[in-house]
């Protein structure tokens, strides 16, 4: 007979893998929101396209990741 926890039950990983999707969609935003405002003085312009860049890539793949991967 086995134990199971509670942190081993469906809806809690389901719960766990929407507010990590959550997570990386705010701070994706956040990123690029503060590379649009480096971007803006010259002297911070290269700083802001790879914040807003990788700001971008946390929104999208926030968005379109898979949700439930077995891996």
Do not use: D, Y
């Not at 807003?52 to 891996?71: R, W």
């Amino acid at each position: 007979m086995t134990h199971t926890s509670v942190w081993q039950r469906p809806w809690v990983i389901a719960t766990e893998n929407v507010l990590g999707h959550l997570v990386a969609i705010v701070v994706g935003f956040v990123l690029m929101v503060v590379g649009l405002a480096l971007g803006v003085t010259m002297i911070m312009l290269p700083v802001g396209i790879v914040v807003g860049l990788v700001g971008a890539v946390m929104f999208v793949g926030g968005c379109f990741a898979h949700v439930g991967s077995n891996s």
